[in-house]
């Protein structure tokens, strides 16, 4: 499996970025997919997650609102939609998935395959 996350960059604080995860070598439907981020300094933390087929989504409450996960299983891709952005927001995001047919998790742990990360920064 692998994952390759693009789509970050420089913004400015109210601004909006589209994240995306292309998805190689898999039957993408048969994984749930998460987004993560870590920030300098700080441990990685989760930011949203989707089932495999789309149906069902959870959200940290700092993406709550202003994030949306979704994904298109004909594409391969996973996406995070991210709106009203704050700088506070500034990490690295990863996107990653646990082993097939497994359910999606809010924790780091039950992730297998990550991708490299794209940094966001959000400038005040």
């Known amino acids: 499996v692998q994952l390759q996350a693009s789509g970050g960059g420089l913004v400015q604080a109210g601004g909006f970025l589209r994240l995306s995860c292309a998805a190689s070598g898999v039957t993408f439907n048969s994984y749930a997919m998460g987004w993560f981020r870590q920030a300098p300094g700080k441990e990685r933390e989760f930011v949203a997650a989707i089932s495999r087929g789309g149906g069902i989504t959870n959200y940290a409450d700092s993406g709550s609102g202003r994030f949306t996960i979704s994904r298109d299983n004909a594409k391969n891709t996973l996406y995070l939609q991210m709106n009203s952005l704050k700088p506070e927001d500034t990490a690295v995001y990863y996107c990653?998935?646990?082993?097939?047919?497994?359910?999606?998790?809010?924790?780091?742990?039950?992730?297998?395959?990550w991708g490299q990360g794209t940094l966001v920064t959000v400038s005040s």
């Open positions: 990653a998935a646990p082993k097939a047919l497994r359910p999606y998790s809010t924790s780091a742990t039950d992730y297998y395959y």
